[in-house]
């Protein structure tokens, strides 16, 4: 099963470059255009070899990433999914809106054990561990 995200936060690249490492499928979805994406060495080989997708839900006129279209990158991310697992989400943020929506589509929503994380868990987010 693939691991889909947008990878864009510095933990996300983290995450994305371990599972490089580990030949890991991975679907990266961009919060722009796909076209003018510029892949590090180890995406590029991970697309070559065929463990990595990169795919984008923007025209060729959407050149930048705004906070606007990363969530509607992150909607789009989650016509893919069953599962949602989120390491940390700020009470009443966006990410937990997020969260909120993703078990309203019926998805299972998992959430890092930390006390950062129990209001995700008190409106039906599963502890990861």
């Known amino acids: 099963m693939p691991v889909i ?4 936060t510095p933990i996300e690249r983290d995450v994305l470059r371990i ?7 991975v679907i990266i979805v961009l919060a722009r255009t796909a076209e003018s994406y510029r892949m590090s060495p180890a995406v590029k080989a991970a697309a070559t070899a ?3 997708l990169i795919i984008s839900p923007f025209p060729s006129t959407q050149a930048r990433t705004t906070s606007a279209t990363a ?4 909607r789009h991310i989650l016509t893919f999914c069953k599962c949602v697992m989120i390491a940390y989400a700020v ?3 966006k990410t937990e ?3 909120k929506e993703a078990m309203a589509r019926s998805l ?9 994380n129990s209001h995700l868990i008190d409106i039906g987010a599963y502890c990861a561990i």
């Open 50 to 52: 065929g463990s990595a």
């Open 5 to 8: 995200g947008g990878f864009h």
């Open 91 to 93: 009470p009443g943020g």
């Open 108 to 116: 299972s929503v998992f959430a890092l054990p930390s006390t950062n």
């Open 71 to 74: 969530e509607t990158r992150n």
């Open 19 to 25: 599972l490089l490492r580990q030949a890991a499928p």
């Open 97 to 99: 809106m997020l969260a």
